[in-house]
């Protein structure tokens, strides 16, 4: 069965750290990947999508994804988290003409 | 900026009174869908929807009902609210393709009472 697996439930970061959220797929054709945020209170904003080409995807508000095929995952980066970063995170997968979305990772910035 | 609307933002409704909730896109997309998601947990597809008269039900077993009867407008309807259907509801968009996003509204808080 398709699916979208991110391991951290939570994660804490300091301001100005680095930031690396975790996704696995598990699908049997080339995956369609995204990367969405999601503000307290808030719809979901795209942040980053994949689909073919290069591997290393750049998005909005400074993030950036990897895809790597061998091992089913597709990481969110970001070099230097700012404290408005604070919000939810969920990958996503396009499976025929629907999304299925990770349990999502909440990520919270300390001063 | 999404053009998809959905509303009320917030609800709060007493137990056994029918609601609709509103979603609205000016996208022309065909695809669209409900998702229910409690505080900080993930989304589950409740609804979905490929055009005009197309309606489907999703994963999560869910009491709403959904109709399309025209493609820029998707409500969703409890019959009758339970406390049970407390939770926020999104709904989101896309154009046909594998490779098109999902566009979202900023959903609706419902709280039954």
């Known amino acids: ?111 | 900026e999404a053009d998809i609307y959905q509303t009320p933002r917030y609800l709060v409704i007493g137990t056994g009174k029918k609601i609709t909730l509103e979603c609205s896109q000016t996208m022309g997309h065909d695809k669209m869908y409900w998702y229910q998601q409690d505080p900080g947990m993930e989304l589950h597809l409740i609804h979905y929807s490929y055009g005009v008269n197309s309606t489907e039900k999703g994963d999560l077993s869910s009491e709403s009902t959904v109709s399309r009867i025209r493609t820029e407008h998707f409500p969703l309807t409890l019959e009758s609210a339970r406390p049970s259907h407390t939770s926020q509801y999104l709904c989101a968009s896309k154009r046909t393709g594998q490779s098109s996003e999902a566009f979202f509204g900023q959903g609706t808080r419902l709280t039954v009472v």
């Open chain 1, 1 to 111: 069965a398709q699916s979208v697996t991110q391991p951290d439930i939570h994660i804490t970061v300091s301001e100005g750290a680095s930031l690396e959220l975790r996704c696995n797929y598990s699908y049997g054709a080339t995956p369609y990947l995204f990367w969405y945020v999601q503000s307290p209170g808030q719809g979901l904003q795209l942040l980053l999508k994949y689909f073919s080409g290069d591997t290393l995807v750049q998005g909005i508000k400074g993030f950036e994804a990897e895809f790597k095929r061998s091992q089913s995952s597709f990481n969110l980066r970001k070099p230097s988290v700012h404290w408005s970063d604070a919000a939810e995170y969920f990958c996503a997968v396009a499976r025929n003409n629907d999304m299925r979305f990770g349990a999502g990772t909440r990520l919270t910035v300390k001063p």
